[in-house]
């Protein structure tokens, strides 16, 4: 059966119409799925009973089944979710000085094997549908106690990698039918994948764009990131100053830091480069452990005088210290457990 919440609005309203139903109802109904959270048509007291019962045999509103929530001390929320084929995917909220963010996965693992993120560790399984990432947003929306301001789609998976779902996502998240999610509340971040920037560009959609460099020579950025072989630095900062010429919005670079592997004063100097050619802002994030990797996490004293080397040159940083490292908030990791590793685990009682 057909899930409605992979179908955009307008997808909604011309197949209402194919089944001899009065454009209107769309409206009508994706205000009940997506206004007042009704799952079952039953619920949808303004239909009638035949188009109730007619709509049960063709269609669903599929949910989320909810695997576990991880708390952390420092109040970041990591929900597993197990989908209807058993794999497991993750969201995180950041809640932070008023705003509200959820950091939203787009595939179940990822292709792209990044040497310094879980994901990318146990290669990829399969691209989320529409429903399965606006699913994540509605869930979050629904069962938390505060509004959502921002979204991100940087969790499990490469955003552009499954672009035709991730744009019917973010259409549906901004359509006042749907959420009504503000176009600029949003950001896509890419591990570098230059179709994607280019196609997504000519969308002319107002969603922010943030690309993960984590290097800034071929040699170092091949080595963390293998896609760097295919889409080479040079090509990728060249695509990136397209966009920007054809009217994209700024862009933030994401630069983790490894300690003593990219967060040298050489690396801090070739970065500030990089950010003043594309007027970009940087996002720095202190490296956040994962179980069985190399990298060590720097020091305090070292993650701010590399910051202070780029504020010297005049780029903008925000500092990102990485939420929920007691409850291993790196992207990937907890969907990966097999089992409830610890009692921070908490089943999810609807608030
Ligand atoms: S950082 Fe992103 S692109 Fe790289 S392996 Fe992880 S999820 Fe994939």
């Excluded at 929900?79 to 932070?96: K, M, N, Q, T, W």
């Excluded at 990698?161 to 749907?178: C, F, M, Q, R, T």
Aim: charged letters at 25%; hydrophobic letters at 40%; one cysteine or more.
């Amino acid at each position: 059966m057909k899930d409605i919440k992979d179908l955009s609005f307008d997808e909604w309203k011309a197949e209402l119409v194919q089944i001899g139903q009065p454009a209107f109802r769309a409206g009508q109904i994706f205000d009940w799925i997506y206004k007042k959270g009704a799952t079952r048509f039953e619920d949808m007291t303004n239909l009638g009973r035949d188009l109730q019962e007619k709509l049960g045999r063709a269609y669903i509103v599929g949910t989320l089944e909810l695997f576990g929530v991880f708390r952390s001390k420092d109040r970041a929320e990591k929900y597993v979710f197990r989908l209807h084929d058993g794999p497991r995917i993750e969201s995180v909220l950041i809640p932070a000085g008023g705003r509200a963010t959820v950091c939203v996965s787009t595939q179940v693992g990822c292709k792209f094997a990044c040497a310094f993120c879980a994901s990318g560790r146990h290669g990829f399984v399969r691209h989320l549908a529409p429903s399965e990432i606006v699913g994540q947003v509605l869930f979050l929306r629904d069962h938390i106690d505060m509004a959502l301001t921002n979204i991100v789609f940087m969790g499990m998976g490469e955003p552009f990698d499954n672009y035709e779902n991730l744009v019917k996502a973010i259409v549906i998240l901004n359509s006042p039918h749907g959420l009504g999610i503000a176009a600029r509340r949003m950001t896509v971040s890419t591990a570098g994948i230059i179709p994607g920037i280019e196609r997504f560009k000519k969308l002319g959609l107002q969603v922010n764009l943030s690309v993960s460099l984590h290097a800034t020579s071929d040699a170092q950025r091949s080595a963390l990131m293998p896609l760097n072989k295919k889409y080479p630095l040079g090509k990728l900062l060249a695509a990136c100053e397209n966009y920007l010429k054809e009217g994209g919005r700024k862009i933030t670079l994401e630069y983790v830091l490894l300690k003593k592997v990219n967060d040298t004063a050489e690396d801090a100097f070739h970065l500030a480069r990089i950010a003043a050619r594309l007027k970009a802002k940087i996002n720095l994030i202190p490296f956040s452990p994962v179980i069985g990797l190399p990298f060590e996490v720097p020091e305090e004293g070292r993650v701010l005088d590399f910051r202070r080397k780029l504020e010297d040159k005049g780029v903008p940083v925000t500092l990102r210290h990485s939420k929920g490292r007691d409850i291993q908030a790196a992207c990937g990791q907890l969907a990966l457990l097999e089992r409830n590793p610890s009692d921070r685990l908490f089943r999810c009682a609807p608030k």
